[in-house]
């Protein structure tokens, strides 16, 4: 379980989480981010006791209609927020006690006018493993708190947030147990679940990032995914669960290539 930040000050920042049937992980989210001073809770049609959970620390709950991804309600709230500081996490995180006091010395000592969005580190988990290898393993950045006037959220999959200019984003370097504990997926069937729905969206977010899909590069797209998931990125340190990864990675990369390369040629005519 996550130590209940209550003990730490409130800060400026408003707080939008959203969530469907995960109440079985929102309380230890809820509780690591109680240094918030507003705290949204966006309900997509829940079955489960996620509302109640929410009511008990949030300052807002609302009900919306289900979207594919979260960042497409982030997107439609964050601008009206009370603060200018916005916090984004989805259920299945927790913030470690430690990397809350780092967010807490920095609102304290000033960000810098400058700074558009605050990074901090984040580990991936796969039922309940911590991953090492795979290209979810590692330590990675996490955008976790953005300038609703210096940044911009477009709703699109895997590229929806941008720092605008001349604003840049501040990371918090990591110092060994200050860190997002992300617990990506629970199981095989949640992770095909969710990736289901972003492959609905990847031809028109990899178009607006600027990728170009050919048969040839199809055609390649497997093994050169398997072999930068399992061989580059060390997916064989995580073992059987790196193994499966890999040709998770390999099916989904594929997939939202073609998606890519049908979403291409439409828009050629």
């Keep these: 379980m996550v130590k209940d930040s209550n003990k730490h000050k409130k800060l400026p920042i408003s707080a939008i989480v959203t969530g469907y049937n995960e109440g079985y992980i929102l309380e230890d989210c809820l509780k690591s981010i109680s240094f918030c001073e507003q705290i949204k809770y966006v309900d997509q049609g829940s079955e489960d006791n996620s509302i109640e959970i929410a009511q008990k620390y949030c300052t807002e709950v609302i009900k919306h209609d289900r979207v594919h991804i979260g960042e497409a309600i982030v997107a439609e709230y964050y601008k009206s927020e009370k603060y200018n500081w916005i916090l984004t996490i989805d259920p299945d995180e927790r913030l470690s006690p430690e990397i809350c006091l780092d967010i807490e010395k920095l609102f304290e000592e000033g960000i810098s006018d400058n700074t558009g969005a605050i990074l901090i580190p984040c580990v991936y988990y ?57 617990l990506w997926m629970l199981s095989f069937k949640q992770l095909k679940e969710k990736h289901s729905r972003y492959l609905k969206l990847e031809g028109e977010s990899r178009n607006f990032m600027g990728f170009v899909a050919t048969k040839k590069k199809i055609l390649k797209r497997p093994l050169k995914a398997f072999h930068s998931c399992f061989i580059k990125d060390k997916g064989y340190r995580d073992g059987f669960y790196g193994f499966i990864l890999s040709c998770f990675w390999a099916w989904y990369d594929t997939t939202a290539e073609i998606k890519l390369y049908k979403y291409q040629k439409q828009h050629r005519k």
């Design 126 to 182: 796969y039922k309940k493993h911590k991953l090492i290898g795979t290209r979810w393993g590692g330590i990675h950045s996490r955008w976790l708190i953005f300038h609703k006037d210096r940044c911009k959220m477009s709703g699109i999959v895997h590229a929806g947030r941008t720092v605008t200019e001349p604003y840049e984003p501040y990371f918090i370097p990591f110092t060994g147990k200050n860190i997002d504990h992300h």
